[in-house]
């Protein structure tokens, strides 16, 4: 079963007056009041009367959405909490509304033992104000040879198996994972990369790499290995999960594999929905990621992906890196951009408000789709439900970056440009794990 950790904390009693409650699962779009009490969702109605010790947070012209699900962050724990930790990684997420979040085991070392998984949980039991949850490595050190104990590891509540940062190159590998995983209920979660063809890649293979000179990472390297292991996971009958695609081509794949009932599930992440390789033109080691940004014709695909249901995730690839590891040639630059504070405000901005996705794939995308994909409860806005929520403020813009970052690292992909929603307050496990009520302006609307 996989294990969440949270720092304990006081439960919060808060009566949230007055916001427009939207949870899409739930079918719940009303404007009424919501009580949390004892951990909970105790109430949802009309002029709910505080009971004694409740604060009241006044909220008419917010808007309350059950807490947001991450499956795909790297908190650098163990081993690189000069990039990033339980305590900062996991602030950043409450500010963004998350109230749970999978770090991933790219670590130092790779999380590949139960010893690492249980010393990574036990920090973040100590340290997280969001519930945190850990995937176990795929192959002993990352290295591609060996598997883990995945028995062992899911015992001790790893929320699944990952080599992210690297694929899993052998095939033979893939296909033994998978008849291991299946068994224990867990996904494995890909980076879908044949190693061959991006040696030397540094920005997506095309008019702009050509025209700067660097060196080009084909889309098809993504593909062909989503190819393979649909495939693989259609002969096992065993459940993948595809981290952050990022061309047109691969999101066909999926969707062809779905109509055939293969299980898998597949994430989108904001900077590939909202940026394209034409950006890197600036050369900012900020708009270096793995995979690459690509076309606009890959960027329409990803949206149209999460319209069709091929993609069902909204994941940040939340990946922290020092300025010394940023500040350098593009070339020798880090890949990974951070994303959490971000993710939802510039989506709304970018996406929601010129109509090219409706909020409720939006919300399901980061709420229901990665808790289904990882067997996780789903953050609700119902009665008797943890209390997992936070109060939104969609319609105030700011921009990003301009007050600093809840995180230890500042290799956001965003800043500059203008978001749309500020989080003021997020319940995680019932307690409160962020708090900052911008209050807009007079007459502004
Ligand atoms: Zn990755
Ligand atoms: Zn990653």
Redesign the pocket.
Same mark, same amino acid.
Do not use: A, K, P, T
């Given at each position: 079963m996989t294990r969440l950790a949270l720092r304990p904390g006081d439960p919060a009693d808060l009566l949230i007056r007055g916001a427009r409650l939207f949870d899409p699962t739930e079918g719940l779009d009303v404007t009424a009041d919501l009580l949390v009490r004892g951990g909970e969702v105790a109430q949802i109605a009309d002029a709910i009367l505080p009971g004694d010790g409740v604060r009241v947070v006044e909220a008419r012209g917010c808007t309350v959405l059950p807490g947001l699900v991450d499956p795909h962050v790297h908190l650098r724990v163990p081993g690189q909490e000069y990039k990033e930790d339980c305590a900062t990684g996991s602030a950043a997420a409450a500010r963004g509304g998350y109230t749970t979040i999978l770090s991933m085991p790219n670590t130092d070392p790779a999380i590949d033992t139960g010893a690492t998984l249980e010393a990574a949980l036990e920090r973040a039991a100590a340290d997280a104000v969001v519930q945190v949850g850990f995937l176990a490595a795929l192959s002993v050190g990352r290295a591609g040879e060996q598997l883990v104990e995945m028995r062992d590891l899911a015992e001790r509540g790893a929320a699944g198996f990952t080599d %992210?940062?690297s694929p899993v190159p052998s095939a033979r590998l893939m296909r033994r994972a998978l008849q291991y995983a299946r068994p224990l209920g867990l996904p494995l979660a890909l980076?879908e990369e044949e190693p061959s063809l991006t040696k030397g890649g540094h920005m997506h293979e095309g008019a702009v790499s050509a025209a700067l000179g660097i060196g080009g990472w084909p889309g098809l390297a993504e593909t062909l290995m989503v190819a393979r292991d649909v495939r693989l996971a259609e002969l096992e009958q065993a459940h993948i999960h595809l981290?952050?695609l990022s061309v047109r081509a691969s999101v066909e794949e999926v969707a062809r594999a779905r109509e055939r009932g293969v299980r898998v599930s597949a994430e989108a992440t904001p900077h590939h929905l909202v940026l394209t390789d034409d950006v890197v033109r600036s050369l900012d080691a900020n708009y270096k990621m793995?995979p690459p940004l690509a076309t606009e014709d890959d960027r329409r695909a990803l949206i149209e992906g999460l319209r069709s249901g091929a993609i069902d995730c909204i994941a940040t %690839?939340h990946a922290p890196h020092a300025i010394h590891e940023k500040e350098v040639p593009f070339e020798e630059a880090a890949f990974g951009v951070t994303g959490l504070e971000t993710a939802l405000p510039v989506i709304m901005e970018e996406l929601v408000e010129p109509g090219h996705l409706p909020l409720d794939v939006v919300v399901r995308a980061m709420t229901e789709g990665p808790a289904a994909a990882f067997g996780l409860e789903r953050p609700a806005l119902r009665v008797g439900a943890p209390a997992n929520l936070a109060v939104w403020d969609l319609g105030l813009t700011w921009t990003a970056g301009e007050r600093g970052w809840a995180s230890r690292s500042a290799n956001s992909c965003f800043t500059g440009m203008r978001m749309r929603g500020a989080c003021q307050l997020t319940v995680a496990g019932g307690i409160v794990a962020h708090e900052d009520r911008v209050e807009r302006p007079v007459g502004v609307a």
């Open positions: %992210d940062g980076h981290q952050h793995n %690839d």
